[in-house]
């Protein structure tokens, strides 16, 4: 089966990389999926989760991230996640989330919030 | 022990202090390379994606975007100088500043009006002792940079440019920094970053990266809203990597400074070693003559006495 290489980066490290057959990400006008040989695409991120169902070695698996706005770069089945902030879930602390959470709401901090939004609907989707 | 002696002994004494401080700070500024340089690696795979990106877009769409055209009369140019909040690292600092100052004179020949924005307190405090206007400054971490650092400094970078230039905005963006090219070699060097110039010789991040034709992308929404939303990180991520590079090549200068500190102070502490030993071998070379001659003289006035 034909893999697509995904390379999922932050501002200040390289987060996931390896093979995928799917990755679905959420575009500005919508969720997206990209499978191997898709047209080459450019897309703006939204602050969500992002699913990567992982291919190679291992067998297939599902790694989900939260990315914190970004892009989207695919050409030549070499997919790009450019996000400034990017965290697997395995990486996300939920009850530190859920507290950051708790704390915006009641500081009515939006971006906070969403943060810790994000983070904890990244780590739902993994479950 | 005679005066001279004495005095010796405490300057190698003092010498002797000075050498461990700055040996110290060598083996601090050593370890802080490695870590910058560490920095500046694992940032490298966003730059270039980035860069790839913003290529893509630039060269796959006939969008018109203000960043990307050159002004036909550009007159107000932002110049941004990267230098440390800490002295002590040699040239470090003033080869940012005269490559700051060459890119200045440059742009003002050019016709163009130069607005300054600075990192690090060297860099204030030269343009503060010289009455020069400031736009913009910022302190406080050129020793060990962030990303949300560089969001603070690029952030009103992308609202001069993005602002007219009647009301006020720039046309051009330059960055001056000190680039780390290895352990022994940094050199102060000057980029423009906007409006972007493709296929031109130059340092940092370079779109294309010789990839050849790059195939023709879909843009989600639109190419303009790409670019839009691309750019200003694409700023951000050039003024990071700036920072980074700025910050190895801070630590790399002070590590060499050191290094011939810590040499001067020994080759120092040598000379006065000699010197020292001189004086005490002339201290006793005295203490015998005047012995001998005590004696003698004692001798003599006996011989005298006996007659």
């Known amino acids: 089966m034909a893999e697509l290489h995904v ?18 990400a959420r575009t500005s006008s919508g969720d997206i999926g990209v499978m191997p040989g898709h047209q080459p695409l450019l897309g703006v991120l939204e602050s969500g989760p992002v699913t990567i169902r992982t291919t190679g070695e291992s067998g ?5 991230a939260a990315v914190h706005g970004g892009f989207i770069s695919f050409a030549d089945n070499q997919l790009s996640l450019l996000a400034e902030v990017a965290e697997l879930t395995d990486e996300i602390d939920v009850e530190r989330a859920e507290r950051a959470l708790e704390d915006a709401k009641s500081k009515a901090d939006e971006d906070a919030e969403k943060r810790a939004d994000v983070r904890l609907r990244a780590v739902t989707a993994a479950r | 022990m005679g005066a001279q002696l004495r005095v010796y002994k405490r300057r190698i004494k003092s010498v002797t202090a000075t050498k461990k401080i700055t040996r110290a700070m060598e083996m601090i500024a050593a370890s802080r390379i490695i870590k910058a340089q560490r920095k500046v690696a694992a940032s490298e795979p966003y730059a270039s994606e980035l860069t790839r990106a913003v290529t893509a877009v630039a060269q796959g769409s006939d969008a018109k975007h203000p960043l990307l055209t050159e002004a036909e009369q ?22 940012a500043i005269k490559g700051a100052e060459q890119l200045n004179e440059r742009l003002a020949a050019e016709g163009k009006e130069v607005v300054s924005y600075i990192v690090g307190s060297k860099g204030v405090a030269y343009y503060g002792f010289r009455n020069r206007p400031v736009k913009e400054s910022f302190t406080g971490f050129t020793d060990n940079p962030t990303y949300a650092d560089a969001k603070a400094v690029a952030a009103p970078l992308i609202e001069a440019v993005q602002t007219e230039t009647a009301e006020g905005g720039v046309d051009e963006l330059h960055i001056v920094y000190t680039e780390f090219i290895s352990m022994m070699t940094q050199t102060a060097v000057d980029a423009r970053m906007l409006p972007l110039s493709f296929g031109e010789g130059g340092t940092g991040p370079q779109p294309g990266g010789g990839k050849g034709v790059l195939p023709l992308y879909d843009f989600e929404p639109s190419a303009e809203d790409v670019l839009d939303a691309l750019l200003p990180r694409y700023v951000e991520s050039r003024v990071y990597n700036a920072l980074l590079q700025a ?9 060499r400074a050191m290094k011939s500190a810590t040499d001067n102070a020994e080759e120092l502490i040598k000379s006065l070693t000699r010197l020292a030993n001189a004086a005490r071998q002339a201290d006793i070379t005295q203490e015998i003559s005047e012995i001998v001659g005590g004696a003698s003289a004692l001798a003599d006035a006996n011989a005298g006495s006996d007659r």
Do not use: C, F, Q
Not at chain 1, 60 to 64: F, L, N, S
């Open chain 1, 7 to 24: 390379e999922l980066v932050a501002a200040d490290r390289k987060v996931w990389s390896g093979e995928a057959s799917l990755v679905v």
């Open chain 1, 60 to 64: 297939g698996g599902t790694v989900v």
């Open chain 2, 74 to 95: 550009p007159k107000r140019a932002a110049v941004l100088l990267i230098t440390s909040d800490r002295g002590l690292a040699g040239g470090y600092n003033s080869n």
């Open chain 2, 247 to 255: 910050a190895a090549s801070k630590h790399a200068a002070t590590r």
